[in-house]
């Protein structure tokens, strides 16, 4: 059966990349004791002191997000269970996962960017630009919660002060690669409008439910043979009109992933 698999932040959660509690004080203590922030991604909007601060606390984002190794093997078993099946995946999660667990790219679509690009922050163009060496050497180089000022990038055309590829508002680019990526699930939905589909979504939440959740709801009420499907450990959730037509899992995203691998090795 053809499937299409919406990806949010609760499959990232799963698979360890938790936002707070004790990871936040063992990778962010430093900035916690100075910044008080509840997590990881509200650090983000600190009030820092100087631009080599916020810059030091990005590049460390960035580096244990987009580069290290993955907490756990979610990810990987994942890919087990989809190997040889007809699936396409659109998430939101910015942080590389996908990549690094071996996913085919011409699958995958990242809808809002990517912690491993920097682009122009104006921008001047659209392009985006592979950052894991200036990651790497801020995060090396940081001292004092500060990075070396001649580390922070700038955009190659304009000299502009580089940001992060990541949908925070309207300068967000969309280069090359996310358009042709962006069509290829396109295509595959278009492919796909009638007969037995599965959409299915891990860890999707409210935060931008336009992009997964709502089109995934639309898109089952077209095609009478299709079925909605929701692994969320928070809020797992489908509206009357699917009644019959939809299955909830509020359940561990690993855990049921690993259930199904074992079930399908029989």
Partial sequence: MPSSWGAGSGLSTSAGFEYGGERLQALFGDFVEKYGMPDIYHGCFANFESNEERWAYWARWSYYHAFCPLPKDTLVKLR??????????????????????????????????????FQCSGPCHAATYDNYETIKA?????KDLKVPTELIPHCPKCGREMDFNLYWDNTF?????????YQRYQNYLAEHQTGKVLYLELGVGFNSPGVIKVPFWQMTM??????????????PSYP???????????????????????????
Avoid: P
Avoid at 138 to 142: A, I, S
Avoid at 173 to 181: E, L, M, N, S, Y
């Fill in 80 to 117: 087990e269970l989809l190997e040889g099946k007809d699936y396409f995946v659109l998430t939101t999660n910015v942080d590389h996962t996908f990549q690094r667990a071996g996913y085919d790219k011409k699958k995958l679509c990242y809808t809002q960017g990517d912690l491993g690009l």
């Fill in 222 to 235: 077209k095609n009478q043979e299709a079925t909605f499907a929701s692994i969320n450990l928070a809020d």
């Fill in 138 to 142: 801020m995060h090396e180089q940081e």
């Fill in 173 to 181: 680019v969309r280069d090359k690669g996310w358009h042709i990526a």
């Fill in 240 to 266: 009357e009109a699917l009644d019959g037509r939809a299955i909830v899992i509020s359940h561990d995203i690993d855990a049921v992933i690993r259930r199904l691998l074992a079930e399908q090795k029989g």
